[in-house]
């Protein structure tokens, strides 16, 4: 495939575009400065201007951006200290680096030549609005992290924090967590009741999945519509027609209540990974088990299982952060004795104010994080097993 040449660019076209980069990062400035218009408005005249002097004088390109990444650093110190010279810099580095990678016309190096400038555009665009997507949607969960380990009992960067000081940080949260009774003893019922929920939607899950994937059940739609159905309907309704059911057969308040409302939210989940793994399933495989005369449970568990066990395993780590995390249901069918992980942060947020939940969320995303690696790893290797990726 043949690729577009670099082709210098005017200043016409390069201009603004940093203009509109540095009114993007001068609205940030200006509004932690308490001027957010002013911000939009320095920060565009300071991007034309820099790209004017670098691209009329000819300036080499490297030289260009350390002296770039060198002045935003001063002016970061000056405004907000160290932490303020770590983003200046890298501010810097990035207004140094787009500006020479427009005019040079880089930007078009890697794409066909016949696209037109809208297509370029767009092209450059859906990639801006789905990073922007990204960052707005990991920004909250990339603040909790360093908030959880200030030495003060705020939910807010303090002075310290924001200058890099020591001082301003402490692991004093962290012990909170893992010492103090009341959240010690919502993990463990976390922990007891996770578990065991998964291990009931992974058995009935895959039990229905491997049923509804037969072509010969009948209402097969309808079922399948049923069954994810707790996932689909707001939780808040789910949990109510629960609390009158459990109710009345006296499951409420107690341990087997709170574990079987789990499964049930667990359970959509296993049903959608392991179908998702069947289809790509050989039925021939379990005829031949069968003419050569395994019975069908040995069939399952020799032949079938193996090649669906990431679907499955996938299903089961859905399932346990389902539980794990959930606190509505908790809340109508829980008791004071079985307050779980997100219940007990949910009262410390709600009640008591304590900054021991920022502790407990980042231990949680970290759980997540490999949790959800897992589930990637898994995925690949499915697909690597069924064929559709090379090994």
Do not use: C
Not at 36 to 49: C, E, T, Y
Not at 134 to 151: G, K, M, Q, R, W
Not at 157 to 175: A, I, N, Q
Request: charged share 10%.
């Amino acid at each position: 495939m043949a690729l577009t040449p670099a082709i210098p660019r005017p200043y016409s076209f390069v201009g603004p575009t940093v203009a509109a980069f540095g009114a993007l990062a001068g609205l940030f400035v200006g509004t932690a400065q308490g001027s957010a218009p002013l911000g939009v408005v320095v920060g565009a005249v300071l991007a034309a201007a820099l790209t004017f002097v670098f691209m009329h004088d000819s300036v080499p390109d490297k030289p260009a951006r350390w002296v770039t990444i060198v002045a935003f650093a001063i002016g970061g110190v000056l405004f907000g200290g160290l932490m303020g010279g770590i983003i200046g810099a890298l501010t810097g580095w990035f207004f140094g680096w787009v500006i020479f990678w427009l005019a040079s016309g880089r930007y078009r190096a890697h794409l066909v030549p016949y696209l037109t400038p809208g297509q370029v555009l767009w092209h450059y665009a859906f990639r801006v609005i789905a990073g922007a997507i990204f960052v707005f949607l990991i920004t909250p969960i990339l603040v909790i992290i360093p908030l959880s380990f200030n030495a003060e009992n705020f939910f807010t960067f303090t002075p310290e924090m924001l200058r890099l000081d020591p001082e301003g940080y402490s692991l004093k949260h962290y012990r909170d967590f893992l010492t103090n009774p009341e959240w010690t003893t919502a993990v463990w019922n976390s922990v007891r009741i996770a578990p065991v929920a998964t291990l009931i939607s992974v058995s009935l899950g895959t039990l229905a999945a491997i049923g509804l994937s037969q072509s010969h059940v009948p209402g097969r739609r309808v079922i399948m519509a049923v069954l994810i159905s707790p996932m689909i309907v707001p939780l808040i309704i789910s949990a109510t027609g629960m609390y009158f059911f459990y109710s009345k057969i006296g499951l409420v308040g107690t341990y087997w209540g709170v574990v079987l409302a789990h499964a049930v939210l667990g359970i959509p989940f296993v049903i959608i990974t392991v179908t998702a793994t069947l289809v790509g399933f050989d039925r021939s495989l379990t005829r031949a088990a069968a003419n050569m005369g395994a019975d069908p449970i040995t069939t399952f568990f020799r032949v079938q299982m193996p090649l669906i066990l990431p679907g499955v395993i996938s299903g089961g780590l859905f399932a346990f952060i389902t539980s794990f995390d959930e606190v509505v249901v908790v809340l109508f069918l829980g008791s004071a004795e079985l307050q779980t992980l997100p219940w007990q942060m949910f009262t410390g947020l709600r009640e008591q104010i304590s900054p021991t939940i920022l502790a407990a969320a980042t231990i949680l995303v970290g759980i997540s994080i490999l949790l959800l690696a897992s589930v990637e790893m898994l995925r690949r290797r499915s697909e690597r097993l069924r064929g559709m990726s090379p090994g």
